[in-house]
């Protein structure tokens, strides 16, 4: 028997047989240890190094310094940071002869092989310390080639974000790169402080972050925009702080027409360019202040001051952006006829119309900071993933991947069942963090090559990326509706029904050139897109994407079903021709967990039903029969010696208990008696006191061989994979046991 932690330090010790508090013990711990921290918003310049479609940096240096001679270096510098120690398998795709460095020791230095050869890739293990990390690139010149591309393998997933260092870029994001020189300079000898100014390590590092004389002599938006050839717009953004003045005055000088509004209230309107004093009749709590103004003949922009009862009012940021120190943000250009409320104006989730400087349509336009080329990005900057899929202490909120989309479906299930509003707020809070910048995310893409936020929903080319979240989006629109939920839904249901890659007969499987896992078909998948399918349908009233979902149970269990045990293979691999046949415990879980959330809104009179009953009733008794005394499950189900593991356990306890529930598993004891020992097991061996969860694996790849999963895939406290499902199971084992007492369904 797996043990993971003292019988004293159990929930259920600590609780006994109360359920629901062991319920909202997990839903409380969670939201605890996920505090809602938003994402982070930092100056960005448009002259720094891009990411490409596969989140490499490309640092191809040769165009960025064409000053550079024939066996000159450069230096690319950047920080990152770990919350915990985190390992992070890195590519390098060299352009010439390259060094990389992390914290002063070189980790790797091209041959002359991968100097020379066009479509050399290098995979660099990289293990980041708690704390900052310095990466430092050292490129040389050549004819074959001067930088290289570098960044993190599955970067939508493993994300890489780089910050900039020295004094004065502090909070920026982006990576610097010097001017070149001739010879060597930094390495394991050497070094550039990343806390100095730039002027302290001996070079000149780019992109420049200030405006020559010329340009800060220009009016403001002039000097961010050019100067307009017709009549256009442009807005100013800040915040001001007012606690019971009881006057307020705005002073200034607007370059055209302008208006202002204070809280979204229109104080001040000039028809003509020129300077102005104005006293504000009501001047409030204050807030926040906006400024249109249109550009004239002595140029475009503004200066604005104000003061509060006879004294100076200094402005604030409206948002805080890191790695900036103006007040003003900066929104430009946009047609002059273009009528925008302020209240659609002043936030950072919605982009604007731009046109160019000849009044065009010119797409959308964001926020622009008082520097060359340098615009307010947010980043999400979280719990980052590592090699072994664990998160460490951070956050996890604002994240949009799949264990997170279980997550939320249990915080919501939780919050009902408890009778508590405020973790239902919490989860549509997480939920809205990622669909409110949607529009954003897919606009920061095409700017920057690789988004900043929401990777995996605007980067979507699996099921992973789409399924589970949008599961819980949808199951929050059911119960608290938002606009964009139903229209996201509908992007991902196109996503699934047709663009994702088919089998000859429809079958869902991933096709993935030069991946490892090309041409498999995973069990997992059926939990990726059967409860989102069968959301959609009911969300949107287009039954033909639950008949889907019920279409890929039955080809599904075609490829994967091992008839002799009544269990499922993990994978099968089309390249072998055949399945793995290890039937690893919570894929088993994802398939079981997921046919109930089908079989709850099929109608009775859908054509595979009974087929999908069928099914639902031949694994459940092939599970069943797996159990351990514990009331666990294990790793590998019919492997004796693997270790018993929690998240499968807590799928089939909510599968064994909707059935029972449902009816599906009428007339046989067997299967209440198996839930309610699993959640005594769960309670009592992998749920401790305090609502940590224990003895859930790390995500999965796949193999042949189930030692693979019994001894490389171990178990990580706290891991998303088994925190939600966990919740999930504990609500429906209180559903069962009441259902037992008084005979009511409650759903």
Known sequence: MTVYMDARDSARNAFGDDDLRI???????????????????????????????????????????????????????????????RSIDCNLEPIGPIKLYLNEEMLFRTSAVEEMKPDARVVVPMLFAKGWNRILIEA??????FGCRFGADEAKVRILNVLAPFA???????????????????????????????????????????????????????????????????????????????????????????????????????PEAGSFRHSVSSAGGG?????????????????????????????????????????????????????????????????????????NPAGSTYWELDAPNTRL????????????????????????????????????????????GELSDYALSHIRSCTDMYDYSLWDRAEYGFPGINHQLVLMRMLDNCGSFGSAMLEAQLRAGDDNFP??????????????????????????????????MWADDLYMSAPFLTRHAIVSGKREAMDEAARQFLLFRRYLFMEDQRIMSHVHDFKYGQATRVPWGRGNGWVL???????????????????????????????????????LWRQVLNEPEAYEEASCT?????????????????????????????????TGKAIDRSGNVHGVCSGSRYSFSPDYYMYDLRTVVNDNHGIGIMMLAGVEIHLLKTWQRTGALTI
């Open 377 to 420: 990005r947010p980043f999400y900057e979280n719990a980052m993933l590592s090699n072994k899929w664990t998160t460490g202490t951070a956050t996890n909120f604002g994240r949009w991947d799949y264990p997170l989309g279980v997550t939320m479906y249990g915080l919501l299930r939780a919050a009902k069942a408890l009778g508590r």
């Open 650 to 682: 807590a799928m089939f306890a909510y599968a064994f208990a909707r059935g029972v529930r449902f009816g599906w598993l009428q007339g046989d004891e067997r299967y209440a008696d198996a839930a309610n020992a699993a959640w005594r097991g769960l």
């Open 593 to 631: 967990f997921s046919l109930t959330e089908l079989l709850e809104h099929l109608p009775e009179d859908h054509p595979n039903r009974e087929a999908l009953l069928d099914f639902f009733r031949a694994m459940s008794a092939g599970v069943a029969e797996l159990q351990s005394d514990s009331g």
């Open 287 to 359: 807030g926040q202040l906006l400024i249109r103004v249109l550009n004239g003949p002595q140029g475009w922009g503004f200066e604005l001051d104000a003061t509060a009862d006879g004294k100076p009012v200094a402005f604030e940021q409206p948002v805080h952006v890191h790695g900036y120190d103006g007040e003003w943000l900066y929104a430009g250009p946009i047609a002059a006829d273009a009528s925008l409320a302020p209240s659609a104006v002043c936030r950072t989730s919605d982009l604007m119309p731009a046109v160019d400087l000849g009044g």
């Open 140 to 145: 040389r010149r050549t004819p074959a080639g």
């Open 487 to 520: 229209r996201i839904a509908d992007t991902i249901a196109d996503f699934m029904l047709n663009r994702l890659e088919r089998r000859e007969d429809g079958a869902f499987y991933r096709l993935s050139e030069g991946e490892y896992f090309d041409n498999t």
């Open 168 to 270: 004065g870029r502090e909070g920026s994001a982006g990576w610097v790169y010097s001017e070149p020189v001739r010879t060597a300079r930094f390495g394991t000898e050497a070094w550039p402080d990343a806390r100095l100014t730039e002027s302290d390590s001996g070079l000149n590092w780019l992109p420049r972050t200030g405006w020559t004389s010329a340009e800060a002599d220009l009016p403001n938006l002039e000097r961010l925009y050019g100067r307009p050839e017709t009549t256009v717009a442009g807005y100013g953004w800040t915040r001001l702080p007012l606690t019971g003045a009881r006057s307020l005055e705005l002073e200034g000088r607007a370059n055209g027409p302008a208006s202002v509004w204070i809280d979204g209230e229109l104080v001040l309107e000039l």
């Open 23 to 85: 319920l909202e013990l997990l839903a409380n711990r969670y939201v605890g240890a996920n505090p809602p921290i938003p994402f982070a918003y930092r100056a960005f310049s448009r002259q720094g190094i891009m990411q490409n479609a596969e989140g490499l940096y490309e640092m191809e240096l040769a165009s960025r310094l064409p000053q550079a001679a024939h066996g000159d270096y450069a230096y690319v510098y950047g920080l990152v940071w770990s919350d915990n120690e």
